[in-house]
């Protein structure tokens, strides 16, 4: 928007679609203007399949990882400005449940959280913190995983713990 590129010029700078770009932006905006974005499913729609995901990585089940997520989902973790190494992007099912796997050390200190109103999760080792994550779910999948590990953020967050 800054630049006021038509969109097909932005997508192909970014590997997308044009019409893939232009719902980028769209979600962009919303963030921006603090927006969050929503899930189409129940709260206990999305715990089962929040669940189902840390099972998944927990056992180091390629497959019912695979059978949660979208096939185009994103997972966005922000590690924030004191370990920006360790923030990234990752798209598409597969690599996103190859990164999943290496969750399988934090999914026992992980518990239930609400995270902007929907299913989430905290990894808290120790009783503290290290990292918190939240699902969109559209369609029955997982579409995208945002996950905040940013020491100085997490110390400021007031969360709301989810019984089973």
Not at 117 to 125: D, F, I, N, Q, R
Not at 149 to 161: G, H, I, S, V, Y
Request: charged share 25%; proline share 6%; hydrophobic share 45%.
């Amino acid at each position: 928007d800054m630049f006021d590129l038509p969109f097909e010029e932005i997508a192909p700078l970014i590997g997308r679609s044009s019409t893939a770009a232009r719902q980028l932006a769209s979600r962009a905006r919303r963030r921006v203007k603090g927006q969050p974005t929503v899930s189409d499913a129940d709260l206990a729609r999305q715990r089962e399949l929040l669940d189902a995901f840390v099972a998944a990585a927990r056992e180091g089940d390629f497959e019912a990882l695979l059978a949660v997520l979208d096939p185009d989902v994103v997972l966005r973790a922000d590690a924030g400005t004191l370990r920006p190494g360790v923030s990234r992007i990752l798209r598409g099912a597969e690599a996103v449940a190859r990164g999943a796997l290496g969750f399988s050390r934090g999914a026992p200190h992980a518990r239930p959280v609400l995270v902007n109103g929907a299913a989430g999760l905290v990894v808290m080792p120790r009783g503290r913190p290290v990292a918190v994550g939240g699902v969109t779910i559209r369609n029955g999948k997982i579409v995208a995983i945002d996950i905040l590990a940013d020491p100085e953020r997490l110390r400021q967050l007031d969360l709301t713990f989810l019984t089973d």
